[in-house]
């Protein structure tokens, strides 16, 4: 999870806005920018481990998903953007850590509907190290979440940059000693969090996470984690479970590109099972760099 202040070593030199390469701290885009005014633009996350770009066929193929059901044109060709993703990594000699992509639909006079369709969307692209051994101290420790109601828009299956209520449920979280925000539908299940899917571990050790049709993200990580479990022989089941579920369960975990599986050890300030990382969990994790797709960085 992030939010923490960055080492300066951790901070990007080099990033890629609209067709160039510039010094990280002069990057900027235009105030007319429709991410910047109407948040009308997606965005990928993709992690970076031992020097390879990790699920990155996934990441791009949710990215034009995304720009598809937003009507917005993919700013470059997928292999052109693979090239540029891959010198920015190299220009901040990133090896553990992640790489940011965004598309907006571009810049035009402020107006609501969507401008001309040549319209030249905008690309930024950002890479950065982290720091391996404050994530190694979380996993120790684990995580703590909050919950709070779902009040987000019904098409979060979009990877959009429209995130106010994931930011504000994110900050009250930190405000309450927690790292991540749960969103609990109008039926008391959980969804997901604010930048995470939410999984449980029933007593007899299945799997269990909510369907993607709709409702949530659908997380790569989720996604590569059901590979993950095959190779591992857990039962995953799709369905809802309610906080009080995830409150008696043996284990809870989040999985997202940049926490991979990730334990939870307290929901609402109650602790999950003896209040320390689940075993399962754990062992997710660490089998999943080996399970997911490897591309050199
Ligand atoms: N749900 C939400 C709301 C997210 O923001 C994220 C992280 N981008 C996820 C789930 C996890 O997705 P992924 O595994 O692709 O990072």
Known sequence: MRGETLRESDMPRISYVNGRYVAHRDASVHIEDRGFQFGDGVYEVCEI?????????????????????????????RKALTVVIREVIRRNRVVDGLVYVQVTRGVASRDFVFPRSDLQPSLVVIARNVDVAAVAKKVENGLKVITVPENRWDRVDI?????????????????????????????????EGGSSNAWIVTKDGVLVTRPADHGILRGITRTTLFDVAAKLGYKIEERGFSVAEAKAAREVFLSSATTIAMPIVEIDGQPVANGHPGTITLSLRQAFFDIAEKSPA
Request: charged share 30%; hydrophobic share 40%.
């Open 49 to 77: 481990s031992r020097g390879f770009i990790v699920d990155m066929t996934r990441h791009l193929d949710r990215l034009d998903r995304s720009l598809t059901e937003l009507s917005i044109a993919w700013p470059m060709t």
């Open 159 to 191: 990877k959009s940059t429209g995130l106010l209520p994931n930011v504000l449920a994110k900050q009250k979280a930190k405000e309450a000693g927690c790292q991540e925000a749960w969103f609990v539908d109008a039926d008391g299940k959980v969804k």
